[in-house]
């Protein structure tokens, strides 16, 4: 395995944002990031090395809370699932819009995002644990929802969980995959 693993800054941005308004409010975002986490070492590394921006659309922000208690802004909602997962993010709400949130921001390495060196769970499963089965089987295993794979394979799902070190990396693998670019 390399050294050191690949660092991107991903970014969720309001879809009602313009252009350039976007990598602005995303700017702004990223700096409010060095001012809470300019010391940490991981945020050291993706400035001297990688600084590679992935701008994804957000959806809307509205931080009203519905009966159920979450917030009804996708936005919003983003937010509180990277603190309820304790991923380091950081945000920016702008003044000028009444003070909306615009913009939020987290690092991930590699395994978040590249799935060659770190297939998904089913990929995995047939690649590492299971690589003698019938193409049959292998169609049969990616039909299966993932919650049965999780259930019927439980101990390879753990090795896989410690590949992918730890539930962070999946949980912000599921939160970026199929979001358009902003």
């Known amino acids: 395995m390399k050294e050191q693993l690949e ?14 308004q976007k990598g602005i409010q995303c ?3 990223a700096l409010e990031y060095a001012s809470k ?11 001297r090395i990688w600084k590679t921006w992935i701008i994804l659309d957000g959806g809307t922000t509205n931080e009203t809370r ?3 208690g979450n917030p009804l802004g996708t936005l919003d909602q983003i ?7 304790d991923i380091q993010f950081s945000y920016f709400k702008e003044p000028d819009l009444n003070n909306a949130l615009t913009s939020l921001c987290f690092i991930a390495d590699e395994r978040v995002w590249n ?7 089913v990929d995995y499963l047939i690649q590492y644990t299971l ?4 193409s049959q089987k292998v169609v049969e295993l990616k039909m299966m929802p993932i919650e049965e794979l999780r259930e019927f394979y439980y101990i390879e799902y753990q090795k896989w969980v410690d590949f992918m070190v730890g539930d962070k990396n999946i949980f912000l ?6 979001k358009k670019l902003a």
């Open 7 to 20: 660092l991107r800054m991903y970014f969720f941005v309001n879809y009602q944002l313009m252009g350039i």
């Open 27 to 29: 700017g702004h975002a």
């Open 37 to 47: 986490f300019g010391n940490d070492e991981i945020f050291m590394e993706f400035i």
């Open 66 to 68: 519905g009966f159920d």
């Open 79 to 85: 937010g509180d699932s990277l603190l309820e997962n």
């Open 115 to 121: 799935y060659t060196d770190y297939p998904n769970f």
């Open 131 to 134: 690589p003698l089965l019938t």
């Open 173 to 178: 693998r599921e939160l970026i995959k199929d």
